[in-house]
């Protein structure tokens, strides 16, 4: 059971970024996705989540309107496409799955897997 987060990378203000989140030893269909992130001397906060069947998503205020979750289930994968990137979102940012039928929580509390983080650097 694996959950790989990649697409990190440096990128300047303004600029954009697509993380993806696969899946490997399980399938996605009955959890719940969440985007976390960390930045050094920082608590992990939740970024974004979506429920198992893409009907619902949650952002946290600083990202509404930058962000956008996603997921394909076929592919076993979700996304995080991230736009307007500012330098306070410079973090590592981190994928977990949460088995629950409804909804998603932002909270990094009873995530079942969780995937080993990916580099986001925004530049001024």
């Known amino acids: 059971v694996q959950l790989q987060a990649f697409g990190g990378g440096l990128v300047q203000s303004g600029g954009s970024l697509r993380l993806s989140c696969a899946a490997s030893?399980?399938?996605?269909?009955?959890?719940?996705m969440g985007w976390f992130r960390q930045a050094p001397g920082k608590e992990r906060e939740g970024v974004s989540c979506?429920?198992?069947?893409?009907?619902?998503?949650y952002y946290t205020d600083s990202v509404k309107g930058r962000f956008t979750v996603s997921r394909d289930n076929a592919k076993n994968t979700v996304y995080l496409q991230m736009n307007s990137l500012r330098p306070e979102d410079t973090a590592v940012y981190y994928c977990?799955?949460?088995?629950?039928?409804?909804?998603?929580?932002?909270?990094?509390?009873?995530?079942?897997?969780w995937g080993q983080g990916t580099q986001v650097t925004v530049s001024s």
């Open positions: 977990a799955a949460d088995r629950r039928r409804y909804g998603c929580s932002p909270s990094k509390v009873g995530y079942d897997y």
């Open positions: 030893g399980f399938t996605l269909d009955d959890y719940a």
């Open positions: 979506i429920s198992s069947n893409g009907g619902g998503t």
